[in-house]
């Protein structure tokens, strides 16, 4: 009697269980469905406002912030490289000033992409299955990533930017037919001889007006790269609420989408 009851109690507790075994494959089947369904809806709801961003910002460039910071900061290279002397000290003081924004942030993105992507690759070496929240530490990881390459690019251009705002058109060193020759060796003739070879001209204002060009592109390029690297930075804080719960990335990305269009457009 004493082995039966040992044995019915025994099979009890396996079927018990098995009824949590299953309970669990079914809760974990709902999240990963729900999991989905929300990317689903939370992905393309991103990808469609910042397909209509971009429309506005090349079709009416004045009714976007960005787009105003571009065309204003076209104005103000021309500012410094032509209309005003001795505000060279300016410009460089706010290359800096861009320079350590775009290091901090990089720096802080590529922190925090180490730290995702290292846990997630110690699960890996530990030979533990990964789940559907692993898959999310790793999109966020790739975030904070391409971030990263954002910024790092915007610093790209602050630096070449800094040596390009301090040229005015007397610097230029352009041979002119009223000079006197130089010697052949002499480092002058062989700076004249870049420059020509860079810009492809003798006249010093259609040099001038390349190098102007050059350093519009730098302005260019470093705002919207900055701008890039903080939406990919925005982007992750919804994706990583989405690690905690299932409603955290749809309650993320609508308050993103609605923060981001108070800021992005020039309203009224």
Not at 28 to 51: K, N, Q, R
């Amino acid at each position: 009697r004493e082995r039966e009851r040992k044995k019915r109690k025994r099979e009890r507790e396996r079927e018990i269980g098995r009824k949590r075994e299953g309970e669990r494959e079914r809760m974990s089947d709902e999240v990963d469905t729900a999991a989905i369904v929300e990317m689903c809806v939370a992905f393309p709801l991103l990808l469609l406002y910042f397909g209509v961003w971009l429309f506005m910002l090349v079709r009416h460039p004045t009714k976007v912030a960005l787009g105003i910071n571009i065309m204003e900061r076209q104005r103000w290279v021309d500012k410094i490289m032509f209309q005003t002397k001795g505000k060279e000290i300016l410009g460089v003081q706010t290359c800096r000033n861009g320079t350590m924004a775009g290091s901090f942030f990089a720096s802080s993105a590529l922190i925090a992409a180490a730290a995702v992507l290292t846990e997630v690759a110690d699960l890996g070496e530990k030979e533990v299955d990964l789940s559907f929240r692993d898959i999310k530490a790793v999109i966020v990881g790739m975030l904070f990533f391409f971030s990263f390459l954002s910024f790092s690019i915007c610093v790209r251009h602050l630096n070449h930017l800094s040596f390009l705002i301090c040229l005015s058109p007397e610097d230029v060193p352009i041979v002119l037919e009223d000079e006197p020759p130089l010697d052949p060796d002499s480092p002058e003739l062989r700076s004249r001889k870049q420059i020509m070879k860079m810009f492809g001209s003798k006249d010093r204002q259609k040099a001038m007006r390349r190098i102007e060009v050059a350093t519009s592109s730098s302005v260019t390029g470093a705002t919207i790269t900055f701008s890039i690297g903080l939406r990919f930075f925005y982007v992750a804080l919804p994706v990583g609420l989405w690690i905690f719960g299932t409603p955290g990335l749809i309650v993320g990305t609508i308050a993103l989408i609605a923060t981001m269009a108070a800021f992005d457009y020039v309203w009224g």
